[in-house]
């Protein structure tokens, strides 16, 4: 809830094909996107957990810059149930004037957004306020099996594109099915869960990702005071990545209590091995 010196609040920069997905935007997080030379205006949609500050003081800032900026995108905010009112109370408290375009969905459990590259989905949490987790994953995709199209002396080109498009082809008086000559490869999946007690949608969401990014506000040793605040322990966050099926567990949103994070990493590592505590600016491609 509080930065440190060491912590900067909560934001995750998801970087697509050809723009980038910004989820929460604690304060700070224009400045920590400048220190690492990443152009806010890549930003196209901003993903909103809730709206308790630590998830959401970077927004007026960064929206100004942007307004500031050569920002030609229509800027998507996505958040829980409420949003609109609060980004038109933020928009009136800081008497700026909207320069850029910016379209806002208010969002619960299903699809939010779809397109030739990426799905994304939300689901409600259980954090006493309007809360949502979110999934982004690539969109599957079909690849050419090469020694099978070789073996028949298929050339580069038009009919290889046509296989690819899950298109049947002639080829020499024979039909060429997709099926035989192309594969399909599983998109990559990354969720997203903070602020929340262990709920059934946590597990759900989170099904089958290759990275889970998900709060462990405390250890175990303060399960009750997780259960009053409405978060997860360490072993909580590690149970979601087990019954998921999920393959790399990144824990963040420690509570400024512990001084070390070890004992957090080590508890969560205990029931599911591969696991990693954020720190600011960790990279990692999916
Ligand atoms: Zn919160
Ligand atoms: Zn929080």
């Known amino acids: 809830m509080i930065p440190t ?15 980038d997905i910004l989820v929460d935007c604690g304060e700070g997080t224009q400045r920590q996107l400048k220190m690492k030379k990443i152009p806010p205006t890549r930003i196209r949609k901003i993903l909103i957990s809730h709206w308790h500050g630590d998830h959401t003081l970077g927004l007026p800032g960064l929206i100004q810059t942007l307004g500031a900026s050569n920002y030609e995108s229509v800027l998507e905010i996505y958040g829980p149930k409420g949003t609109r009112k609060h980004m038109s109370a ?3 408290a800081f008497l700026y004037e909207q320069r850029i375009e910016i379209k806002i969905k208010e969002v619960s459990t299903g699809k939010i957004f779809e397109d030739n590259d990426i799905i994304i989905r939300a689901a409600k949490l259980e954090h006493g306020v309007p809360c949502v987790c979110y999934s982004i994953k690539e969109q599957d995709y079909r690849r050419i099996n090469l020694q099978y199209v070789k073996k028949l002396g298929i050339p580069q080109g038009p009919l290889l594109g046509k296989l690819q498009n899950n298109k049947s082809i002639v080829w020499k008086g024979k039909k060429v099915m997709p099926k035989n000559a192309t594969y399909i490869v599983k998109g990559k999946k990354i969720a997203y869960i903070v602020d929340t007690e262990l709920c059934n949608n946590c597990i759900k969401l989170a099904k089958d990702s290759d990275v889970l990014v998900c709060e462990a506000t405390f250890a175990s040793e303060h399960e009750e005071k997780a259960f009053d605040y409405k978060h997860l322990t360490a072993k909580q966050a590690s149970q979601i990545a087990n ?12 509570s400024q209590r512990y001084k070390s994070i070890k004992d957090i990493e080590d508890e969560a590592r205990t029931y599911f091995s591969n696991t990693r505590a954020a720190f600011d600016f960790m990279k990692m491609k999916v």
């Open 5 to 19: 010196k060491e912590r900067n609040h909560t934001a995750l920069l998801v970087r697509c094909k050809s723009y």
């Open 90 to 92: 933020m928009k009136k």
């Open 243 to 254: 019954q998921a099926n999920i393959k790399m567990l990144i824990l963040t949103h420690f």
